[in-house]
């Protein structure tokens, strides 16, 4: 897996949700699918791959902050599935901005780990 992959993909998702509060989306996303955090690359990547890491410091802090970032973003497609686009916008720039930064940190310091060969 490419680290700088991971992390563009993880900084986009602020902007696919914004198009998709703001209605301007081509993406039909779903509250039920995006809580997941075994469906992106990285996610894949995590639980396939990645496993091999399981024994580095920064391995397990990437596997709850990646789960808290995917739960953070269902919460504001949630929002945006009740009608309320004021509240997904609140949480886009509060709790999903701390989960992407915390899944974007913790990505860079798995790198770290896995590239001291």
Aim: net charge positive.
């Amino acid at each position: 897996m490419n680290f700088e992959d991971a992390i563009a993909a993880h900084i986009k998702w602020k902007v696919r949700l914004n198009q998709f509060i703001d209605g301007t989306s081509t993406e039909k996303l779903a509250s039920a699918t995006v809580c997941k955090d075994n469906l992106c690359d990285l996610g894949k990547w995590i639980y396939g791959d990645g496993a091999q890491y399981k024994s580095a410091p920064h391995y397990q802090d990437l596997v709850k902050k990646h789960a808290n970032f995917h739960v953070c973003a269902a919460d504001v497609v949630k929002k945006v599935e009740t009608g309320d686009k004021a509240g997904a916008k609140g949480l886009l720039g509060a709790a999903f901005a701390v989960a992407s930064k915390e899944t974007v940190a913790a990505i860079m310091e798995l790198k770290k780990e896995a590239t001291k060969g």
